[in-house]
């Protein structure tokens, strides 16, 4: 053994240091490199566990990335179905409205023709006909008392019974019993033959008949209000007896 491997080799682990040429206790620096190395290790240790959650993010992140545009598709898919749907039911909606509509239509037509068929199949009837119908019905009688009560005015009496037949007996019955129809009875205006003023009752009048010849516009071309009647029916011009020229009115 050499010199020098003696002075480095000492048996309490001291010797000299061949760059100082000190003496130094190389146990201390075997504990020193070993806490260092071990430290050292220590931070590559953790370095590496950063790295190995970096890389765990990474694929997390990219995971999750892959998820988002599978939804995003899915959504875009969504989206699309959920436009069909909507036109769909826009469609459904327009002909269930269109339906709707047609079936009201129908209705009404068909409550039209059913009005017009029961016009057409209702008994006409004057109006004074109409007027003891409902007289009798307001007493709560039966349809008896339409030919039997004592009350019954001359006109309907004359109507029903001065007749060559039954007819208007079997008329007022169906009225009573179906519903009527009011006639309407036809108008005349009363013309003055040599004047040509026409005759007229005073309206206001309520308790007698109070007639003049008119002289205000020409009640065939101008309208003349409900002050005063110019217009009578065929009994109430038998009833006055006045002569005078009968005109019809029209609509």
């Known amino acids: 053994m050499t010199k020098f491997e003696e002075e480095v080799k000492r048996p309490d682990n001291t010797g000299i240091d061949p760059f100082s040429k000190r003496d130094v206790d190389f146990s201390k620096i075997a504990e020193k490199f070993t806490s260092g190395a071990q430290t050292l290790k220590s931070w590559r240790n953790y370095a590496d566990y950063k790295e190995y959650q970096l890389e765990q993010k990474d694929e997390q992140i990219q995971s999750l990335a892959k998820m988002v545009d599978k939804l995003n598709g899915q959504i875009v898919d969504l989206k699309g179905e959920l436009e ?13 409205a269109k339906e709707y509509i047609d079936r009201c239509e129908a209705e009404s037509k068909l409550e039209s023709i059913k009005s017009q068929l029961q016009q057409q199949a209702l008994p006409v009837v004057p109006e004074f006909v109409v007027e003891w119908i409902e007289c009798v019905k307001g ?51 009363l013309k003055h033959e040599l004047t040509g003023q026409f005759l007229a009752k005073d309206n206001h009048i309520k308790d007698e008949d109070r007639y003049f010849f008119w002289t205000g516009a020409n009640p065939l071309t101008h309208s003349v209000g409900t002050a005063w009647k110019l217009t009578f029916t065929q009994s109430e011009i038998d009833r006055i007896q006045c002569g005078l020229e009968q005109i019809e009115v029209t609509e």
């Open 84 to 96: 069909e749907v909507r036109d769909l039911q826009g469609e459904a909606n327009n002909q269930a």
């Open 139 to 189: 007493k709560k009688n039966n349809a008896l008392a339409l030919l039997n009560d004592d009350n019954m005015p001359d006109n309907v009496n004359e109507w029903l019974f001065f007749q060559r037949n039954d007819d208007n007996i079997n008329l007022i019955l169906r009225a009573w019993l179906d519903g009527y129809t009011v006639e309407k009875p036809q108008l005349f205006y």
